[in-house]
């Protein structure tokens, strides 16, 4: 059973994204929502399966409506609907679905970048963005799958220059629930082989989560881990 958004078999880290978005637990029911016809049938047309995709629209009205009747696992929608906006339509989709994982397109680089970020979806992706070398679609599907936040190059370089910081950038935006389970283990004080006993993971699966969380965060050593652990624990608190 294939999930894929896009058909291009030579695309690397393929089967990676089925392996991931099948073992994520996210129920296989896709709502999409563009604001052109255009669009929606283009996105549509990228299924290897269409029977996963319950709703397809171009209004706010429709796919909210879609999403609360078929429990929807994924939300794919544009910033500009016919009717209506997907700003709107993520916030609200989002309350009737708690779990629901959504991300979005962005028309073009004048579209509220900010807005779309407070939202917290898996991904934000410019449609300029779409075929370029980093493959970001695929990207943004390996998060969605992985309970990660993808970013676009569009979107970065955005933010880059101007300035803003207001990229999530949290550390359960970077890490997957795994991967935050044992760094928690590991703020504890416990030593790798401890931590095996207590996640039920041997300890050569523990020494190489540890070593990719440094690897996320940008540290080199354990006590770096901690410090930063606990500086954004403090940021949280404080704010």
């Not at 089925?18 to 255009?38: N, Q, T, V, Y």
Request: proline share 3%; hydrophobic share 40%; glycine share 6%.
């Amino acid at each position: 059973m294939e999930l894929l958004f896009l058909r291009d078999e030579t695309e690397p880290r393929r089967r990676e994204v089925a392996h991931w978005f099948l073992s994520s637990g996210i129920r296989p029911k896709f709502c999409l929502a563009f604001g052109s016809k255009l669009a929606l049938v283009g996105a549509m047309s990228q299924f290897k399966r269409p029977k996963v995709i319950v709703s397809a629209s171009t209004t706010e009205a429709e796919a909210l409506e879609a999403v609360e009747k078929h429990q929807a696992g994924v939300l794919i929608c544009s910033d500009q609907l016919e009717s209506g906006d997907g700003f709107s339509l993520i916030k609200r989709s989002k309350a009737l679905v708690p779990d629901l994982r959504t991300f979005m397109f962005l028309s073009s680089i004048d579209s509220d970048l900010q807005q779309a970020l407070s939202l917290k979806p898996h991904g934000i992706i410019h449609e300029q963005d779409i075929g370029s070398d980093d493959f970001p679609i695929r990207r943004a599907f390996l998060s969605l799958a992985t309970d990660r936040f993808y970013l676009g190059p569009t979107a970065k370089k955005l933010l880059k220059s101007s300035g803003e910081t207001k990229i999530p950038l949290r550390m359960e935006d970077l890490l997957t629930k795994r991967e935050q389970s044992v760094l928690d283990q590991v703020i504890s004080g416990k030593g790798d082989r401890q931590i095996s006993e207590e996640l039920g993971l041997s300890y050569e699966t523990v020494r190489s989560y540890v070593k990719e969380v440094r690897r996320k965060l940008g540290v080199k050593t354990k006590v770096e881990l901690v410090a930063m652990a606990m500086k954004q624990l403090a940021g949280r608190l404080d704010s």
